[in-house]
């Protein structure tokens, strides 16, 4: 039975124990031998904002400590994120971002401007994506960077 991977939605193979995409664990990992390979991570999440029509947010920064695969930290408008972008171009609930063990994922929630990655002097959309320890997102007119650093 292929299985959806309850942090980021993809559906992965029956044979593998991690969402290809994330790097998740598979839900019923219950059993001893998945539990003894599950590792807790010591980092910070950190968001900066390097461009934004809100001039008062240029340059702001949230860090975030993170002590295991998996920890969520949400971005938008609306005051109830952990990263509150008061863009008007930045919907209410825009994305969030997943930690795992292997870099950030990214998932746009449904945003009505989308999510874009920046990278290699272009961008492109994002829907769900490990963008892995660094990476720059693109969301209305602000420009977030984003790093999972050891802590
Ligand atoms: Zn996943």
Not at 88 to 96: C, D, K, M, Q
Not at 106 to 122: C, F, P
């Amino acid at each position: 039975m292929p299985w959806r991977c309850p942090v980021c939605g993809t559906e992965n193979r029956d044979d593998v124990l991690t969402c290809k995409v994330c790097g998740a664990y598979k839900p019923e990992a219950t059993t001893r031998k998945t539990a003894q390979i599950k590792e807790s991570i010591s980092a910070s999440l950190v968001v900066e904002v390097l461009e934004s029509p809100v001039e008062s947010l240029v340059g702001r920064r949230f860090e975030f400590k993170v002590g295991t695969p998996g920890a969520v930290i949400s971005v938008g408008r609306a005051v109830e994120n952990q990263v509150i972008v008061p863009d008007p171009a930045v919907s209410r609930r825009h994305l969030r971002l997943i930690v795992t063990s292997n870099g950030v994922v990214v998932e746009d929630l449904g945003s009505s401007n989308g999510t874009y990655l920046v990278e290699g002097g272009g961008e492109r959309l994002v829907k769900v994506e490990n963008v892995g320890r660094q990476a720059v997102v693109r969301v209305g007119g602000t420009k977030l960077r984003i790093a999972l650093l050891p802590s």
